[in-house]
């Protein structure tokens, strides 16, 4: 079966840091994988995505590679800011008309001012 | 301007009393979902649905019970609340992406 594995959180990082945020993933197909972003109160958002190998995708300074080779999606930031504070979640959808999402646990990020 | 609605955002309610968490769409999309939201943050498949009158069970096992009458609408129900039902509903469609819903914050006392 499908699976993502996160690191371990919760993560603290002091403004203009540089985040890196490990996302594994098991999958018995080709997969399209996602970063989405949980900020206090609120739902789920689509912070970035890639739905191949070797593609890059990017959103609001924050980048994640699709490595086939390693089966990994790191999520990267070179300056985190306060606002940045949320959950993030790493998932993987295969491409099939009913496939489903599967996330990985998520991580906290508190970024201090 | 959100697509999706959950309402309400937050109920706490007593035990034994059967609630209904709604959730709509404007998107007109086939494919709606519920996850769990666990105080861990982790997130648990407990329904879906691929269109009117389909409705299958998801990854974690829940007490609750979904229907699909109209496209739009994708309610979910507990017959009976329990302290362990408490936690954050979050509903979700699919169209081109997934678009998901601000959540239910469900506190059962």
């Known amino acids: 079966g499908n699976s993502v594995t996160q690191m371990e959180g919760p993560v603290t990082l002091s403004e203009e840091a540089f985040l890196t945020i490990n996302c594994t993933y098991t999958?018995?197909?080709?997969?399209?994988l996602f970063w989405y972003v949980q900020y206090p109160g609120e739902g789920l958002q689509l912070l970035l995505k890639?739905?191949?190998?070797?593609d890059k995708g990017s959103n609001k300074g924050f980048e994640a590679t699709y490595r086939k080779e390693t089966t990994s999606f790191h999520l990267e930031k070179g300056s985190v800011q306060v606002s940045d504070s949320a959950v993030y979640f790493c998932?993987?959808?295969?491409?099939?008309?009913?496939?489903?999402?599967?996330f990985g646990k998520g991580i906290t990020l508190s970024v201090r001012p | 301007e959100a697509d999706i609605y959950q309402t309400p955002r937050y109920l706490v309610i007593g035990t034994g009393k059967k609630i209904t968490l709604e959730c709509s769409q404007t998107m007109g999309h086939d494919k709606m979902y519920w996850y769990q939201q666990d105080p861990g943050m982790e997130l648990h498949l407990i329904h879906y649905?691929?269109?009117?009158?389909?409705?299958e069970k998801g990854d974690l096992s829940s007490e609750s019970t979904v229907s699909r009458i109209r496209t739009e609408h994708f309610p979910l129900t507990l017959e009976s609340a329990r302290p362990s039902h408490t936690s954050q509903y979050l509903c979700a469609c699919r169209g081109d992406g997934y678009t998901f819903g601000s959540g239910t914050r469900l506190t059962v006392v």
């Open positions: 999958a018995t197909g080709y997969p399209s």
């Open positions: 998932a993987l959808s295969e491409y099939r008309a009913n496939s489903k999402l599967t």
């Open positions: 649905s691929y269109g009117v009158n389909s409705t």
């Open positions: 890639a739905t191949k190998a070797d």
